[in-house]
């Protein structure tokens, strides 16, 4: 069992085109999701805007902040990810964490609506933020308990 990692909090964003149904986009972000946490457990907000050609794009922000939430959707965020995906973000720890201690990763979006977690660098991602509780607060303990975090066993 590889070490928990804290947070404070866990940030999700996504974009919702014009193009996209927004109840498929809605499934998506479900897959990142424990089905243990309930969905009044989750501070959602839609904020409508414009993309760069005038086009109506709807912003998706998911928050968690409960320890026991966030404990949950963390375990099973590592249990989703494939091997190759925990190598790769263990790999890229020190360029996916920045100086306040926000871990950074982005989910492939189709590949979310099909229940599947899938590291991305595309444009059509889901954004996760984890706010990690580390000491000291400090980047590279953050990439140190991150890095834990990913090594861990089945």
């Known amino acids: 069992m590889g070490k928990r990692l804290q947070a404070h909090n866990i940030r999700i964003r996504t974009f919702i085109h014009a193009t996209e149904d927004p109840e498929k986009v809605l499934e998506a972000l479900e897959t990142l999701f424990p089905e243990d946490i309930s969905a009044k457990d989750i501070d959602f907000e839609v904020i409508e805007t414009e993309g760069y050609f005038g086009n109506p794009i709807l ?9 026991r939430n966030i404990r949950k959707f963390l375990e099973n965020l590592r249990k989703m990810l ?4 925990r190598r790769y973000l263990w790999e890229h720890a020190e360029e996916k964490v920045d100086d306040t201690g926000t871990f950074y990763i982005r989910f492939d979006k189709q590949k979310a609506y099909l229940g599947e977690a899938k590291v991305s660098e595309g444009e059509d991602v889901i954004h996760v933020r984890i706010k990690v509780k580390a000491f000291p607060m400090k980047k590279e303990s953050v990439v140190k308990a991150v890095r834990e975090w990913l090594e861990g066993e089945e």
């Open 59 to 67: 912003v998706v922000d998911a928050e968690l902040r409960h320890s």
């Open 82 to 85: 494939s091997e190759e995906d």
